[in-house]
């Protein structure tokens, strides 16, 4: 994957709580058998009227917001069914990182197996965040994923986000879920060994019954 060390870029903030994956990509969208496509998916009723035509007044659709790479949403951001092609919708769209004070569990994880930072802060952070930013005026943040803060365009405001070794290890490196577990095989091996040799009877135990089956 790609890796994700610093990112500098507008920041587009959508007030919404509880945003749920059928919003951020609606059932419509998961026709396809790929991962190709769904960046017209993305919040489309939200970036759209109830005729198709483009809503002017949601935040993505404002003048300057067209690179957005950054959203700073409400809590519980991800939360219901936990389709991956929300993630997947994310990223296509340009969106490389979302600020949030609480994620949907299942939607938490699917972000950094597939490289999209999710970055959680406390409430009053939240607030202070839509306080700071505008949705007629862009404003740039820029996010550190080693120092595991966010700053204003100027330097002069920063916040901290809550984000686990584990994860910011994959955003760093760039690694998957599988290559991330892969860094501890060494690790994984020993652990292997001194459970065998202190509970031998339990060794190939799960082989066994394999063959069994």
Not at 27 to 53: C, E, P, T, V
Not at 145 to 154: G, N, Y
Not at 168 to 181: C, R, S, W, Y
């Amino acid at each position: 994957m790609e890796k994700l060390i610093t990112l500098t870029a507008v920041a587009a903030p959508i007030d919404i709580d509880n945003m749920d994956t059928d919003q951020l990509m609606p059932k419509q969208f998961l026709r396809g058998i790929d991962k190709s496509g769904l960046a017209k998916g993305m919040l489309y009723n939200h970036r759209h009227l109830a005729d198709g035509s483009v809503n002017p007044n949601f935040v993505l659709n404002k003048p300057g917001f067209e690179e957005t790479k950054i959203i700073v949403a409400g809590p519980n951001f991800g939360c219901g069914s936990s389709r991956e092609h929300a993630v997947w919708g994310l990223m296509q769209y340009g969106i490389r990182a979302v600020v949030a004070a609480g994620f949907g569990e299942i939607f938490y994880s699917n972000c950094f197996n597939n490289g999209l930072l999710a970055a959680k802060v406390s409430p009053q952070t939240s607030r202070e965040l839509f306080e700071y930013l505008s949705d007629t005026e862009p404003k740039t943040l820029m996010i550190s994923v080693k120092d595991r803060e966010i700053r204003s365009a100027d330097g002069t405001q920063r916040w901290s986000f809550e984000l686990a070794d584990r994860h910011q290890t994959m955003l760093l490196e760039g690694l998957d879920m599988l290559e991330a577990t892969m860094k501890d095989i060494d690790a994984i091996e020993r652990f292997k060994n001194d459970h065998e040799k202190a509970f031998g009877w339990m060794s190939g135990l799960a082989g066994k019954y394999a063959k069994d089956l």
